[in-house]
């Protein structure tokens, strides 16, 4: 029986959600994909539900044209505020956010029932992770903080920088101090994986990081399987990228997220402006 | 004999400009401002040339509704690649940028004829700070410095913060090393005024830094005599704000810049898309 041989819509504000690709490159080989970054209205953590759903709802209307078969939204703010939205707007095509992954990895490594989630302003204060967890166990406690100037600092390829390591112990040490804090760190922000061994250092090995990328990749396998649309590897293209603004910044600071080069020739200039 | 008593408007990608129009405020008391903050696009700095001047393109034909009798462009980036387009778009409208203002600055502070610069990303690839003071004096060396960073530091009030330190440190310290470095720091971002103290402390007290807030207002009142505009203040309402997006962040995040505080009632949401 031949595959669906469509590729795959990876949607984010830029690049962040090239670490949710690269999962799903290692853990779907038979798949094909293409990215779409929305770098000229970027960030979307620091913007309102309204604007986030609106600047979405446009950028995935170019992935349906592109002919994808499934479209994952691999961007923590919009996955925390335009899910629903997009569900509806883009059916029959099924849409895959990265929260509920990322509360599920949460929900299954803490032991003491305690999580801490760090994500950006607007994730954080829309309140998704948590009602997310909840939704899994009710009895987790669930603490959050945003960490806005990450994305920066990810964003400049300081992944091993004293400023970084600077940063993490401003917004972490607070959360973890005392002998009964979360056993379990969430990544609430597909920028964050890159700086994950500052993180690690400011929390300490007793505490458990995971980020939305990895169960991520598996709800999307879980998703293809449900709905038959799984590839067969015949239809392999790699991954094809469209950003909104500035294709060769795109190869330079998405190299950082995806763990290998783009040629910024293969990045194609797309305008999503009304 | 009467003055002009329309606003002055000032437009910016978000809410650094507030460090220009708060140098406005105290030079210019006579006068009241609309200042225009591109809230939902921001940032300017790491977006193309082209999508910066559709955007401020766009974002001051919202000040001219308003009935302003000038636009100053309080955003380096958006004055390094767009003041031309603006000055014949708003014409007669006259319009004030900061750069050539910091330039101006930078070239009257120096007295070892050396000259680093740091700004945006987007600033520093447009090279217009060093034709700027090239055009005022073709015989000093100049030397660029993008600090992207710094704009999510300031955005973040880390002004006095060991993280803002570390940074300030890392892309400093090696455009000040030896002994002949330059002996003037334009900060060519409108976001860098209010991190002045690391900035002065990584560099040391043996280099002037200057930037573009109070020349501009110097600027300002010399185009409104130029052009018979200058107000009576009679018409002095302070100030009015716009953004287009999250007026509740711009209040908070605004503070900073601003030196006073802003009542996110004051602040009125508007849409500039087509």
Redo the contacts between chains.
Sequence with gaps: MSGDRRPIGVFDSGMGGLTVLRAMEAALPEESFVYLGD????PYG???AE?VQ?YALQATQLLLAAGVKMVVIACNTASAVALEALTEALAPVPVVGVIEPGARAGVAATRNRRIAVIAT?GTVKGGAYARAIHALDATIDVVQQPC??F???A??G?TN???T???AA?YLTPLFAGGDGPDTLVLGCTHFPVLADAIRNAVGCGVRLVDSAATTATAVRSALAASGMAGDGNGKGGARFFAT??PE?FARVGAIFLGRGIDAADVTLVDL??
């Design positions: 770098t000229a209205r970027l620091t913007k309102s604007t609106a302003e806005q100037v994305v920066a600092l964003e400049e300081w920088s004293d400023v390591a600077a940063a401003h603004d500035a910044r402006r009304p």
